[in-house]
């Protein structure tokens, strides 16, 4: 009985929501124009850091199933003297993401490229995901990301962001793999310790959903954050610590009828 009821919650509940580290799932997922994301690879490429190399690693577990648990990490490669004569600052980024337990399973690998000139920021990211449903058998399929962002002030970015770039089949049947959806949003840092974020999303499958999160830095380099989305409705809550070449993040996600997904992230500069 146990795999019915794992594929009905997936495919009911958290298809379309392919959110990493715990700062981007407690300020509600709203992350196509969040800075400084370390996870920018499975979000929005174009926003891949160009200036650090950080090596991340974050784990969520869904509603308390142990079997309903994300496991991802993150390298990212500034490439700083490729096209600097042109003024364009470039990174790379690889990325690993498994999902489920041993009779359901997907896995993506992804490597992605990011170009920043001035305040216009383009990315692309391919990635290959498979999955297997023991008894059922399995399959795998490339897919391709892209995204954009624009810094309109130096306070205020806004992104748009594309995900299964080159989708053509049913949307019903493919939202397994990997979603096809398109989401647009800003962020907002003007207010100094503050960063406000909000996105509009939409998928083949879901109505229009709308995400928005909130962070405070307060004295010590501590953070809190919270967010929300509709489509489900959730909430979430978060908090996180900057040392010197290391970040912690802690989030909790709240699913107004499944519960809590309790999730934890690292980021290290290297």
């Not at 200036?51 to 991340?56: C, I, P």
């Not at 990325?95 to 990011?114: D, K, V």
């Not at 509709?230 to 900057?242: C, D, M, Y």
């Not at 699913?255 to 997904?261: A, D, I, K, T, Y």
């Amino acid at each position: 009985m146990l795999l019915p009821v794992i594929v009905c919650v997936w495919t009911r509940t958290t298809s379309a929501q392919w959110t990493m580290g715990s700062r981007a799932v407690a300020m509600g997922q709203a992350h196509s124009a969040l800075p400084n994301d370390a996870w920018a690879l499975f979000h929005n490429p174009a926003a891949l850091d160009t200036a650090n190399r950080t090596l991340g690693f974050f784990a969520i577990r869904y509603y308390g199933l142990k079997e309903l648990e994300d496991h991802a990490f993150v390298l990212n490669l500034p490439l700083q003297h490729l096209f600097s004569s042109f003024g364009i600052s470039t990174a790379l980024g690889f990325g690993m993401h498994t999902y489920g337990f041993e009779l359901f399973r997907r896995t993506q690998a992804r490597l992605g490229w990011s170009a920043r000139m001035n305040r216009f920021h383009l990315g692309v990211a391919a990635c290959y995901v498979h999955l297997g449903i023991e008894g059922y058998g399995s399959r795998g399929s490339p897919v391709f990301d892209a995204g954009v962002i624009g810094e309109l002030s130096g306070h205020f970015h806004v992104g748009y962001r594309i995900s299964h770039l080159l989708h053509t089949g049913n949307g019903e049947n493919e939202a397994d793999l990997h979603p096809s959806e398109m989401a647009g949003g800003f962020s907002w840092t003007g207010i100094s310790g503050l960063l406000i974020t909000a996105d509009v999303v939409k998928d083949l499958i879901h109505p229009v959903a709308l995400r928005a999160g909130i962070e405070a830095e307060l004295p010590g380099n501590l953070f809190i954050r919270g967010g929300w989305t509709s489509r489900p409705f959730t909430w979430s809550a978060g908090a996180g610590i900057g040392l010197d070449r290391m970040e912690g993040n802690a989030a909790v996600q709240k699913h107004e009828v499944l519960g809590l997904s309790p999730g934890i992230d690292l980021t290290i500069r290297i």
